[in-house]
């Protein structure tokens, strides 16, 4: 429902967004690219994306796992 939601109010979409690039904390993001809540995966890319473009890419480290889900152990559907 927020990709729709945000393919339906783009404008909405990025007054929303938080712009992580002002931070001068070093932060750890986790997502998982089987999260049937909101698309972990994709953002935690999006922000380490954000972060490489600012230059501080060495202020970021993230994980990606391909088969957890939103509590990031996996949704039980699938071996862990």
Not at 2 to 26: G, H, K, L, N, W
């Amino acid at each position: 429902r927020y990709d729709r939601a945000r393919a339906v109010f783009p404008a909405e979409a990025r007054s929303a967004r938080i712009p992580i690039e002002r931070t001068r904390a070093q932060l750890f993001l986790i997502g998982g690219e089987r999260d049937r809540t909101w698309a972990s995966g994709a953002m935690t890319r999006s922000l380490v994306n954000a972060m490489d473009a600012a230059g501080k890419g060495k202020q970021i480290e993230a994980l990606v796992f391909p088969t957890a889900g939103h509590f990031l152990c996996g949704d039980g559907l699938y071996p862990q």
